[in-house]
């Protein structure tokens, strides 16, 4: 065999060890991806030397197709534990819609995703069968059995140094897992009306009575800040920050005659999927994955705002990010009105995730609901200024005033993206002041209410940066403050054990989000 031939095997023989390994590297275990062997080579080599042997091509093209898929699912497990906390199914690949969001900012889309996604796609696929085809070649005979040798060793090297050089976890076998799993589930699926056990919480918010009557016509508002998670009390520099910033909140709601009191509760998820832990909080529900989401929809409970919208409230949600409707959605949880990026008419800077500014969305919350309003309302506001990777801070507008044609140009911005936001110097002051921001809207949006009100601030969950953050939290609490007028609305309240202030101490212990809604309910209902 040549040099030529010796080099092109060789690249061939690490191309196809490289995407086997590719996921225990991310995974963070660089010595064993070095060393390391994967199952998916052994089953993928097999079936190209199969179809070497037999001059079936489609054979190669198969198992260079099985190397792919094996190596993307375990990629996505891998990244999926560091970023969400959680196994990776099939089912979260829908995901994939808001890839066009994320890296270029375009409207989420699932065919622009595949599309942006496909020649990826295309091109591992046509380099994993041209090194297959390399490896299991006629001419590489000599090649081949220097290299079998060679992971052979590592076979034994795994025997004998008692598993210090192991074999990685097998792709293809989470695959054909979730697969089964998945069609178990649909075959053994039950009626849709009992397809969710209701737990306590849910049995409660159940059998509650839901008059409301103890609000006497007081405004409800929820404002869920993008990735307010615990850590942000955990991480010294911005837990110094925002509690310093306490104190400037709390009297300018004093001021305003409120009072506060803070908390901490806990969705079950973490990192990402922000409509889950919305249901949660809604419905008395865990809810950890979209197979439990798609069928809450079908289970007979009765959702939070339905609640308020059957007692006479004027229900409505806004949605910053959305740039079309959801009436599936509005009519399950029961909100009259939606407010998306067709109804807020935003022109100004374009910010990365969500167009506009939080405080913007918020006032036209103020403008074209809240003040012309003839009945108590309540209303779901979805922020998205603290979204990462927090690029660019919107200004804060003390007045809330802004003329129609302000521009919203950023008040301060940072060198942040979605591939540098584990490693940039600016990530932690970028996601402190974005939260910062977020809150101070929050607080200056409840300053401006004219009626009675409780506006209730909640994270949805711990940010996807949250062990860059702080390496050892693998919590999913999040902070949650309660802002009420008059004061004496927060007394109901003392179930939740919140703690007077925004501050969140930490030796509070977290409840499930999902005691929210059975909670508020039976506190301010009288029958």
């Known amino acids: 065999m040549n040099g030529w031939r010796i080099a092109t095997f060789g690249l061939a023989a690490g191309f196809v060890h490289g995407l086997a390994v590719l996921p225990a590297w991310l995974a963070g275990n660089e010595y064993r991806a070095l060393f390391g062997f994967g199952v998916d080579e052994a089953i993928v080599l097999g079936l190209a030397v199969l179809g070497a042997t037999t001059g079936r091509r489609l054979v190669v093209h198969a198992a260079a197709l099985l190397l792919v898929a094996s190596t993307l699912f375990a990629t996505a497990a891998a990244l999926w534990l560091v970023f969400r906390d959680q196994v990776f199914r099939l089912r979260d690949v829908g995901e994939l819609?808001?890839?066009?969001?994320?890296?270029?900012?375009?409207?989420?889309?699932?065919?622009?995703?595949?599309?942006?996604?496909?020649?990826?796609?295309?091109?591992?696929?046509?380099l994993g069968y041209a090194s297959l085809r390399r490896l299991v070649s006629r001419d590489a005979r000599r090649g081949q059995l220097a290299w079998l040798i060679g992971l052979q060793s590592l076979v034994v090297a795994s025997v004998l140094s008692g598993g210090a050089v192991t074999w990685h976890s097998s792709g293809l076998g989470g695959i054909v897992r979730d697969v089964a799993r998945s069609v178990a589930e649909q075959i053994d699926a039950p009626d849709a009306a009992t397809l969710l056990t209701p737990p306590v919480a849910a049995k409660r918010l159940l059998e509650a009575p839901a008059d409301l009557q103890g609000l006497d016509g007081a405004d409800v508002?929820?404002?869920?800040?993008?990735?307010?998670g615990r850590v942000t009390f955990r991480h010294p520099a911005i837990a110094a920050h925002l509690r310093s910033r306490h104190t400037e909140w709390e009297r300018e709601l004093e001021a305003a005659g409120y009072a506060a009191a803070s908390g901490a509760c806990r969705p079950a998820i973490s990192g990402g999927a922000s409509l889950l832990a919305h249901a949660q909080l809604f419905t008395g529900i865990e809810v950890p994955d979209f197979r439990t989401w798609e069928r809450l929809q079908h289970c007979g409970l009765r959702p939070l705002p339905r609640m308020f919208l059957d007692a006479g409230y004027h229900t409505v949600e806004v949605m910053p990010a959305m740039d079309r409707h959801w009436p599936e959605g509005a009519a399950f949880f029961g909100f009259e009105q939606?407010?998306?990026?067709?109804?807020?008419?935003y022109e100004g800077f374009r910010y990365h995730f969500g167009k506009m500014p939080d405080q913007f969305a918020l006032m036209q919350l103020l403008r074209q609901v809240i003040e012309p309003a003839e009945k108590p309302v309540f209303s779901t506001y979805v922020s998205v200024s603290s979204h990462l990777p927090c690029s660019t801070i919107p200004p804060y507008l003390s007045d809330w005033a802004a003329p129609a044609d302000h521009d919203w140009q950023p008040a301060r911005r940072y060198g942040t993206s979605w591939l540098n936001a584990r490693s940039s110097p600016d990530t932690v002051p970028a996601f402190r002041d974005a939260v910062d921001y977020s809150l101070q809207t929050a607080v200056g949006f409840a300053t401006r209410l004219q009626r009675p009100s409780i506006v209730v601030v909640v994270g949805d969950h711990q940010p996807p940066i949250k062990r860059v953050l702080v390496e050892d939290d693998f919590s999913?609490?999040?902070p949650i403050h309660v802002m009420a007028r008059p004061p004496a609305l927060l007394e109901a309240l003392a179930p939740l054990g919140l703690q007077k202030g925004m501050d969140v101490p930490d030796d509070m212990v977290a409840f499930t989000s999902a005691e929210f809604a059975p909670v508020f309910v039976t506190a301010f209902s009288r029958q």
């Open 97 to 126: 819609r808001g890839l066009p969001q994320i890296l270029f900012d375009l409207p989420p889309d699932l065919w622009v995703a595949l599309l942006l996604v496909l020649p990826v796609l295309l091109v591992l696929h046509w």
């Open 221 to 228: 508002h929820v404002i869920i800040i993008e990735s307010y």
């Open 338 to 345: 939606q407010l998306t990026q067709l109804e807020l008419g």
């Open 476 to 478: 999913r609490d999040v």
